[in-house]
Structures are given as structure tokens and as C-alpha cells.
Nanobody, 124 residues
Framework: QVHLVESGGGLVQAGDSLRLSCAASGISFSSYAMGWFRQAPGKEREAVSAVSWSGITTVYADSVKGRFTISRDNAKNTVYLQMNSLKPEDTAVYYC?????????????????WGQGTQVTVSS
């Protein structure tokens, strides 16, 4: 059974940093691209970033470019999201997800398995 478990969320002030982690089990982790998504109250889930199976190719939503960095460690079956210069509008529940292929995309429908999410709250 596939499990994705996010961690690292919390309450921070604007300008601070957080590092989210997502540990995967039950899958051939290195075969798939992985993504991070977020959902704020009253809003639809949106893609934040994705990384290819090798970690070489990364993609970002315009809203986080230059502030967030996605990476992965295939030996640890873990994907990370380093979030710097956080803003109040980054407040959301953050989810990691497994892509249906090895190619990184920001299309929600391309993802098949989702974690339970971790809350990130940025105060002004």
C-alpha cells in the first residue's frame, strides 16, 4: 500500500523559512516524478512545484519561483520543499503527491497518490 507522509509545517512569520518533507513508502519511489500542492481555505488545490524522477528537472508555479526549492533524495524515498521568504498568502495545507509518470508537471490530474497534508501558516 502506498503511503505519503508530509511533515515540517508550522506557524511562522512573514519572511521566515520552512522545509517540508514527504516520506514515501510502498512505491518504487525513484520511478516517479513527485509534486507539492497547496490548498488555502475556500480555494481550490493548486500546484506549487514538481520534480522529475532523477531530480534534474524541476518546475514551479509563478507565485513561488525564486522563493521555493524542490528536491528529492531517492535513497531516502523523500521529497523536500524548501520555502524561503514566506508570505501570508503562502498559508495553506501543503500536500505531496506521486505523479503517474517520471516527468514533472504541474497538472493536478497527472497525480495519483496524495498525502494527508501539513499545515503552513504565515503570519504578517
Amino acid at each position: 500500500q502506498v503511503h505519503l507522509v508530509e511533515s515540517g509545517g508550522g506557524l511562522v512569520q512573514a519572511g521566515d523559512s520552512l522545509r517540508l518533507s514527504c516520506a514515501a513508502s510502498g512505491i518504487s519511489f525513484s520511478s516517479y516524478a513527485m509534486g507539492w500542492f497547496r490548498q488555502a481555505p475556500g480555494k481550490e488545490r493548486e500546484a506549487v512545484s514538481a520534480v522529475s524522477w532523477s531530480g534534474i528537472t524541476t518546475v514551479y508555479a509563478d507565485s513561488v519561483k525564486g522563493r521555493f526549492t524542490i528536491s528529492r533524495d531517492n535513497a531516502k524515498n523523500t521529497v523536500y520543499l524548501q520555502m524561503n521568504s514566506l508570505k501570508p498568502e503562502d498559508t495553506a495545507v501543503y500536500y505531496c503527491a506521486r505523479h503517474m509518470t517520471s516527468t514533472a508537471t504541474l497538472t493536478t490530474g497527472d497525480y495519483r497518490t496524495w498525502g494527508q497534508g501539513t499545515q503552513v501558516t504565515v503570519s504578517s
